[in-house]
């Protein structure tokens, strides 16, 4: 496999999703130099994430992210190319990582499926993909949970969450989405999957449509947190 990876790197050399030097065959998404300066998450952020993001919704049982998303860092070029120059081999990077570093967290939340976050059809035609699939994609590949790409359907195209306040992020996003396969919903653990969760409005809502629906326990998982 590495003389085949060698030889496709020859003709279709890869480059650094930041510093875009050549890659080498061992390194996958990014060079080893930039990929050393994304930082992890503590446990100690996470649990202060969950108790601001989550808490007093009382939707998502709990809540585990890799790496912290820093502006204009290692990690915001890598996520942007996941989702806007079609790298979708990044979200299935990302979704093994999560699923070999935080498997122990995983493991104990008896997840019966894994979901990701849905995008809506026009804007997954427009990209070509949904790179939360992917994430959640990678992640099975570490976990033996089934990935169910269809248990929430995004009904209402939303404003981009991007430049809105707190209170308009759980606005805008109300009500956008619906859940399907109701059938096998009941009484089930889940697991959301987003790429960078900020406020944590999405998921919620996401989790709030799957527990109207019978779910047990909704839990979230991401690539990244930012402020």
């Known amino acids: 496999m590495r003389g085949l990876s060698t030889f496709w790197d020859f003709f279709l050399p890869r480059f650094c999703s930041s510093c875009k030097i050549k890659l080498t065959p061992d390194e996958r998404i990014a060079c080893n130099p930039c990929l050393r300066k994304i930082q992890h998450t503590s446990k100690e952020r996470t649990d202060s994430e969950y108790a601001r993001k989550f808490l007093d919704s009382d939707i998502i049982s709990g809540f585990a992210s890799l790496y912290l998303f820093?502006?204009?860092?290692?990690?915001?070029?890598?996520?942007?190319?996941?989702?806007?120059?079609?790298?979708?081999?990044?979200?299935?990077?990302?979704?093994?990582?999560?699923?070999?570093?935080?498997?122990?967290?995983?493991?104990?939340?008896?997840?019966?499926?894994?979901?990701?976050?849905?995008?809506?059809?026009?804007?997954?035609?427009?990209?070509?993909?949904?790179?939360?699939?992917?994430?959640?994609?990678?992640?099975?590949?570490?976990?033996?949970?089934?990935?169910?790409?269809?248990?929430?359907v995004r009904k209402r195209f939303t404003e981009s969450q991007t430049n809105l306040t707190l209170i308009e992020r759980a606005e805008n996003i109300h009500n956008a989405f619906i859940s399907r396969k109701k059938e096998i919903i009941g009484g089930k653990n889940i697991l959301l999957v987003d790429d960078v969760i900020t406020t944590g409005a999405t998921v919620t809502e996401c989790g709030r449509v799957l527990k109207d629906n019978g779910a047990a326990n909704i839990f979230a998982v991401s690539a990244a947190i930012a402020d």
């Open 70 to 152: 820093e502006k204009d860092g290692v990690l915001q070029q890598i996520i942007h190319d996941l989702k806007y120059e079609g790298k979708f081999q990044i979200g299935l990077f990302l979704g093994g990582q999560i699923g070999s570093e935080l498997k122990d967290i995983l493991d104990r939340w008896e997840l019966d499926f894994i979901a990701p976050v849905p995008l809506h059809h026009l804007k997954r035609a427009e990209r070509g993909y949904n790179q939360s699939y992917y994430i959640a994609k990678g992640i099975r590949s570490r976990l033996n949970i089934p990935l169910q790409n269809h248990l929430l």
